[in-house]
């Protein structure tokens, strides 16, 4: 079963939105879908309105859960939402290297930093859509990613 884990700075936004816009694509009884905050405070809930604002009401229940060493060694497919993100984790946690990506590698052309709304400087409702995008272009080539590393770690 291949599985997915998807990472922020908080686990309270960007990270969740994309875990639950995946989780609302796959068939979840043949795969793993998380997320987790390389910084984040454990327990706490998604920033207050999102799952309105994304139309994904099983974000209402999420907490958010910080980064652990075994959740990378689990995950298939890891996906970041900064260079800066996908850098330090290859530092720190260099056997996980090849499966991190950032979320816009899965559909842009040109990789670009996805910015946190808790710095102020983003229209939140435009930055959810910007992410449900991203998933629905990139679902092809995370899945076929995904795919392929389970079949290596097997």
């Known amino acids: 079963m291949p599985s997915l884990l998807v990472l922020c700075h908080a686990n309270q936004f960007r990270s969740v939105v994309t875990e639950y816009a995946l989780r609302a694509r796959l068939d979840m009884s043949a795969w ?52 800066g993100q996908k850098e330090a984790l290859a530092l720190e946690f260099p056997s996980a290297a090849g499966r991190v990506y950032l979320l816009s590698e899965m559909s842009a052309r040109i990789a670009y930093d996805i910015p946190d709304p808790a710095l102020g400087r983003e229209n ?3 930055l959810i859509a910007e992410i449900i995008g991203l998933v629905e272009k990139g679902l092809p080539r995370i899945v076929a990613l995904a795919e392929a590393n389970a079949g290596k770690r097997a």
Do not use: K, T
């Not at 405070?41 to 009401?57: D, K, M, N, Q, T």
């Open 124 to 126: 939140p409702q435009r």
């Open 32 to 83: 793993q879908v998380a997320s987790a905050g390389v910084w984040a405070e454990p327990g706490l809930p998604a920033v207050r309105g999102l799952a309105e604002w994304s139309g994904l009401a099983d974000i209402a229940g999420h907490r958010s859960r910080a980064l652990e060493a075994a959740l990378l060694e689990a995950a298939d497919l890891i996906l970041v939402m900064e260079r």
